[in-house]
């Protein structure tokens, strides 16, 4: 029986597979004849990946219990 995987090594391995997934994307969809993106899809994922981005820095000011 192999030893149980470490939780940051099945993270890690999980992220190789998406980059790859990702990276072979444009390969596969012009494959299948997609020559031309919808361009609404790839936008809203980048607002969604912006909002992530802008709300991680978003700082609650401290409570002044008067």
Do not use: K, Q
């Amino acid at each position: 029986m192999p030893p149980p995987e470490l939780p940051p090594l099945r993270a890690a391995r999980a992220l190789v597979g998406r980059a790859v997934a990702l990276r072979d994307a444009p390969t596969l969809t012009h494959g299948r004849g997609e020559g031309d993106p919808h361009s609404a899809t790839p936008a809203r994922a980048l607002r969604v990946l912006d909002g992530e981005r802008c709300t991680a820095r978003v700082m609650v000011p401290p409570y002044c219990g008067s």
